[in-house]
């Protein structure tokens, strides 16, 4: 008997359907939920872990990556300049740079500058010192090579159509330039952003001081100090979506808005 | 959308632009002009001549050269060999003041190249403010009376991707005589338009010839060459093969070249 298009999406659907049922019951039946909920959704213990996870971690989560970002950015421009630049030694230097920090881990850079720094020069770098420039010298790898990607989609008649009516290279690329490629490179600096913000948790790695623990160092503590199993990690966890969730959001917003007239 | 109200605005008063002559209109003196794109010889030797206030249509068979040698005029491309005198500028000087020069020469292009992300107004007031110096009340005084000579003032605060082609291409031509140039350059102005809008731009063109600019136009608009053009120059493959008043080159042209070159224009289901 010859099934019409419409019979065979209701039979796929019916299918799909019976499958998650089958999954659901199954789970319902043998995973052992007290245990689930001691372990991970212990609310009830972590009295004497709020506000602290507030204040102080998600605090110093955003401090880190803020400063990372920051100088990530300055950081970041200057390198996309060289690597755009007419003299050859800039463009190696950068290139150089852009394809090693973006080639190794993140950790690397965080335990190079935790540990090493000491070893190497004697000083002793703060939390934030430790964490803003590691990020910052990661990031800047990514965002040059964003920075990069936004100067040159802009069209090359816009700036022929600058030059042409007497404007000067540097005028033509502050006025006309720049800030078209800012709204190309807004979306994407804000997913470096959200990527950011999850790095900054390998500072872990290094360790540090009750007032400088940011989100991921204070879930992990947590373990030990609460009677909650895993909860205080798992609030950690809550934390960070409370930051890359509306990030993430407003990228995808602003992915979708015409970049020619700011509007849907 | 009036596009009525438009084109009488576009056509009326050939008077709002100023006074006819009152552009101090500059000639273009080109003469051995070589271009090569690595091995590839585009400009073979041009001499060409274009008097104050002359307009000259040049036309010619797509990948003639005809570009490039508009853009080696305001120097976006670098010629091999010769020399090009714009005026008083000589363009193709080592030491020539290369953004001094160009606020004399508008270019039009056959994609208008208007700034996205500035309004109408700030598309014509940006390079006179920040490379002039002037005023915003000046430049806009300014910008808004370029705009009401191609008849567009009322689109002012839009931005260019709410306009129609020939719209946006009439901003162009109105930003480009904010600068007060003393040459214009089109570069197939109309080309990239729809059949209803090339008619505005032309009219806007004509008005802007009858003021007195000095005007050099790329085109393959035959019935505008033959009414607005002083003199039609003819390329192919990197050289003028004819040149002369519209009627004679257009009308009865002497080259094999340029007679085969016309009947694919002008008769293109011929063949
Ligand atoms: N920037 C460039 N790089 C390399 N070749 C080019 C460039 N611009 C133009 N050309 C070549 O020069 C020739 C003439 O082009 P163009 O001046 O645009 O001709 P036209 O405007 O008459 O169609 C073409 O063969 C084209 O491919
Ligand atoms: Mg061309």
């Not at chain 1, 359907?17 to 689930?36: C, P």
């Not at chain 2, 632009?17 to 794109?37: D, E």
Request: proline share 5%; glycine share 8%.
């Amino acid at each position: 008997m010859a099934m019409t298009t419409r019979d065979r999406a209701r039979v796929s659907l019916g299918i799909q359907a019976g499958i998650f049922l089958a999954v659901v019951i199954v789970l319902a039946v043998m995973v052992d939920w007290s245990a689930i909920r001691n372990s991970f959704f212990s609310i009830e213990n972590l009295g004497p872990m709020f506000p602290e996870i507030i204040t102080v971690g998600l605090f110093n989560t955003v401090k880190y990556t803020v400063v990372g970002f920051v100088f990530g950015l300055l950081g970041g421009t200057l390198l996309a300049l060289m690597r755009m630049s007419s003299f050859p030694v800039y463009r190696w230097v950068a290139t150089g740079y852009i394809e090693f920090f973006r080639g190794i881990p993140a950790i690397l850079v965080f335990i190079a500058l935790g540990f090493g720094a000491s070893l190497a020069f004697g000083v002793n770098l703060s939390t934030l010192q430790i964490a803003g420039s590691a990020l910052a010298i990661v990031a800047s790898a990514y965002i040059a090579e964003t920075l990069r990607a936004g100067l040159q989609a802009v069209p090359k008649g816009q700036i022929e159509a600058a030059r042409a009516l007497g404007m000067p290279a540097w005028r033509a690329m502050v006025t006309i330039q720049i800030p078209q490629a800012f709204r190309i490179v807004l979306p994407p600096l804000t997913n470096e952003a959200i990527l950011l913000t999850k790095d900054s948790s390998l500072i872990f790695v290094v360790g540090m001081a009750g007032g400088a623990a940011e989100l991921t160092k204070m879930g992990r503590d947590g373990i030990n100090i609460y009677q909650a199993g895993l909860t205080p990690l798992v609030i950690a966890g809550f934390c960070y979506l409370l930051l890359t969730v509306p990030l993430s959001l407003l990228a995808r917003r602003m992915e979708h808005r015409s970049p020619r007239t700011g509007k849907k | 959308m009036s596009q009525n109200q438009t084109t009488d605005a576009a056509t009326q008063g050939a008077d709002q632009f100023q006074a006819a002559g009152a552009y101090s209109a500059a000639g273009v003196t080109i003469s051995g002009l070589h271009k090569s794109f690595g091995d590839n010889e585009v400009l073979k030797g041009i001499d060409m001549e274009v008097a104050p206030g002359e307009v000259v249509c040049l036309i010619g068979a797509s990948g003639s050269g005809k570009s490039t040698l508009l853009r080696c005029v305001n120097r976006l491309e670098n010629p091999n060999a010769g020399t090009i005198t714009v005026g008083e500028h000589e363009a193709t000087h080592p030491d020539v003041n290369l953004d001094a020069m160009r606020r004399q020469i508008g270019m039009v292009f056959q994609q208008f190249n208007l700034f996205p992300h500035l309004s109408v107004l700030e598309n014509c007031t940006i390079t006179p403010r920040r490379v002039l110096g002037q005023s915003k009340a000046e430049a806009e005084a300014e910008a808004l009376a370029q705009l009401d000579t191609v008849g567009l003032k009322h689109l002012s605060d839009r931005r260019p991707d709410q306009l129609s082609g020939g719209q946006q291409q009439r901003v162009a031509i109105a930003r480009a005589l904010t600068m007060k140039p003393q040459l214009m350059l089109f570069d197939e102005p109309t080309s990239a338009l729809d059949p209803e809008t090339v008619g505005d731009v032309l009219a806007s063109m004509r008005k802007l010839a009858e003021a007195g600019m000095t005007m050099l136009v790329v085109t393959h608009e035959m019935g505008f060459a033959r009414e607005v053009a002083d003199r039609v120059v003819f390329m192919d493959q990197g050289l003028v093969v004819e040149e002369g008043p519209a009627t004679e080159v257009i009308g009865s042209p002497q080259q094999p070249r340029t007679q085969d070159f016309l009947r694919r224009v002008l008769n293109p289901l011929a063949e």
